[in-house]
């Protein structure tokens, strides 16, 4: 299931539908649309009909086709990576005589639970801000895939 805001929903849908054709699987044909944007299989008469993608299958609905333009087209991202660079720029380093260490580095060894759950939370804010994607506990720039 995709993890983003509803107008990256929307968009995703969008192209999943001008990219994939209307297909009757009890006649297992693809089906045209005519001038009125309706789609009847022209066997059996039916409009209950699943979304081919060429090269990938057919299915009921479109978002496994968002799922698969997200995965195949979309650049996955570390967001603990991103959390570590935030915090980085965020917070000076920490020094201890002569030493510095970044406070990512500091964070994520002195409380790792709370390094992950602050990873987490800014992947959340960047899903809700509409810069990445979630799709299987994996993240993806929204970029890639809605332009």
């Known amino acids: 299931m995709i993890n983003a805001t509803d107008a990256i929903k929307e968009v995703l849908k ?14 297992y044909i693809t089906v045209k649309v005519d001038d009125q944007g309706n789609a009847f299989c022209p066997k059996c008469g039916s409009d209950d009909l699943m979304r081919e993608l060429d090269g990938v299958g057919c299915e009921y609905g479109y978002e ?3 799922e698969h333009i997200v ?3 979309g650049e996955q991202v570390d967001v603990e990576e991103l959390y570590r660079d935030l915090l980085d720029e965020c917070y000076p380093e ?7 260490y970044s406070p990512a580095m500091v964070l994520e060894a002195v409380d790792p639970t709370a390094f992950r759950i602050g990873a987490g939370e800014y992947a959340d804010g960047m ?3 509409g810069l990445l994607i979630e799709l299987i506990g994996r993240y993806y ?3 890639d895939v809605t332009e």
């Open 71 to 73: 995965e195949t087209e």
């Open 127 to 129: 899903i809700e801000d």
């Open 64 to 66: 496994w086709i968002m």
């Open 14 to 27: 969008q192209r999943a539908h001008d990219e994939s054709r209307p297909f009757c699987y009890s006649d």
């Open 94 to 100: 920490i020094k201890f005589g002569e030493l510095s």
């Open 141 to 143: 720039r929204v970029a």
